[in-house]
């Protein structure tokens, strides 16, 4: 059950790209630097499901993948984000921290955020309106996206979820989670998009996390009304997956994990 470092990970890396994707996106495939255009995942999100909360990547590994990101801790120990290659625990007690860099991962995903497309975002659009409006944005539904949005919002709610001893699914802790109202307040949100054709791996949909301005709260977005923000979409066609090399992981039956969809909305 124990750690295993990034070396040691089985490392699949999916290659996607396509010329009609850039074109629409206004930049060309050849412009796809590796770099920029990688989204980075440690383990799948079915793995998190059948309860594999076993750290199996150190935050210095993901920092070095990308600047912007979320994912959760050892034993699914709170929301996890990057925000300007920081990373933050937002536990359930609602407590924000700055990640140590020997802190272990079990499921997480980062990117260098490069702003590829600016979303207009009206003063009081709610979470359905913010996600309609970035699906009118988005290029194509069979790409990766990430998203970053900061500034104002009228109310921020939030979720996170405690640490699970013994390990249990991710329904057995959010079954447990504690739900913050923020109010108005200040912070960046921290999105991913993914297509639904990546059932198992991630999330298909929107995954938000956000933390406050003054780092004293956040987590998992479960709504929020903006007020004035900034917003920018990412166009990702790269994905770099890292599977884990514990037994764990390769001994693991992921048929039946089922989707995370009703746990994540
Ligand atoms: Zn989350």
Not at 12 to 41: I, K, N, Y
Not at 56 to 62: H, K, T
Not at 213 to 234: F, N, P, Q
Request: overall charge negative; proline content about 6%; some cysteine.
């Amino acid at each position: 059950m124990r750690v295993c470092r990034l070396g040691r990970l089985v490392v699949l890396a999916l290659l996607l790209s396509g010329s009609a994707l850039w074109a629409d996106a206004g930049r060309p495939a050849e412009a796809a630097s590796p770099e920029e255009d990688t989204l980075f995942q440690t383990s799948t999100l079915s793995a998190l499901m059948v309860g594999l909360l076993g750290g199996v990547v150190p935050i210095s590994d993901l920092a070095g993948q990308g600047d912007l990101g979320l994912g959760t801790l050892e034993g699914l120990d709170g929301e996890l984000l990057c925000v300007d290659g920081v990373f933050y625990q937002v536990s359930a007690s609602g407590a924000v921290r700055e990640v140590a860099p020997d802190e272990m991962a079990p499921f997480a995903m980062v990117t260098h955020f490069e702003p590829d497309i600016a979303v207009e975002v009206p003063d009081g659009t709610d979470l359905p309106g913010l996600t309609a409006l970035l699906d009118a944005t988005r290029p194509s539904d069979n790409a990766f996206y990430a998203v970053r949005i900061e500034g104002a919002f009228r109310a921020m709610k939030t979720r996170s979820v405690p640490r699970q001893e013994p390990y249990a699914g991710l329904m057995a802790a959010v079954a447990e989670q504690s739900v913050f109202e923020l109010g108005a307040t200040r912070g960046t949100l921290v999105g991913f998009w993914f297509p639904a054709f990546v059932a198992g791996l991630n999330l298909p949909g929107y995954h938000f996390h956000f933390v406050t301005d003054d780092r004293a709260a956040g987590g998992h977005v479960l709504g929020l009304t903006t007020d004035e923000v900034s917003a920018a979409l990412d166009v990702t066609p790269i994905l770099h997956l890292a599977l884990p090399g514990t037994s764990e992981f390769l001994e693991a039956d992921l048929s039946q994990a089922g989707s995370a969809a009703k746990a994540e909305k």
